[in-house]
């Protein structure tokens, strides 16, 4: 049980530092989608949940008696910097990193799958219900790009289009 407690409490910093990646990246496609409103208006909205995420997170280490782990966090902001920067030298930013956010959300989804599962093998039962409502609200996220990605898609070619 012991063991399972110590993976549990380094998964739930991994959680940390991918909830810190996906603000850093969520911050930096906002940015610059101002051609795109529907999707700039779900990955504003869904930043903010982010945010959220990342303290239910701290809540869930914390009452596991640890702390977020500064490297890696540090390591995932590093991360997602490098990945926005490196759409700025793309034409095709917005269906690229439409797609990329699509992965990252079913990243979130399984590693909150994961993350249940390690809390109810640790004893950490109480945190069960937390991690359920983020695994919920990473896979609606999911779901909408999935839905969305194909009208994104035809968005930029037609602007694409449109400026031949």
């Known amino acids: 049980m012991e063991h399972a407690k110590d993976r549990l409490l380094q998964w739930l910093r991994d959680a940390h530092a991918m909830e810190e990646q996906a603000i850093t990246m969520l911050d930096s496609q906002v940015q610059r989608l101002e051609h795109y409103p529907e999707l700039r208006g779900k990955l504003q909205q869904h930043l903010e949940e982010t945010r959220a995420q990342l303290r239910t997170v701290e809540g869930c280490i914390e009452r596991c008696g640890g702390s977020p782990s500064a490297s890696k966090d540090f390591a995932a902001k590093t991360t997602a910097f490098f990945q926005g920067m490196s759409g700025i030298f793309t034409t095709d930013e917005v269906v690229k990193g439409a797609m990329a956010a699509y992965t990252f959300e079913h990243f979130d989804v399984s590693a909150y799958r994961s993350l249940i599962g390690a809390a109810k ?24 790009l999935g839905e969305h990605l194909p009208t994104v898609t035809e968005q930029f070619l037609a602007r694409e289009s449109s400026r031949e």
Request: aromatic share 4%.
């Open 121 to 144: 093998a640790a004893g950490a039962t109480e945190l069960v219900p937390e991690l359920e409502r983020l695994l919920n609200e990473e896979q609606a996220m999911a779901d909408w």
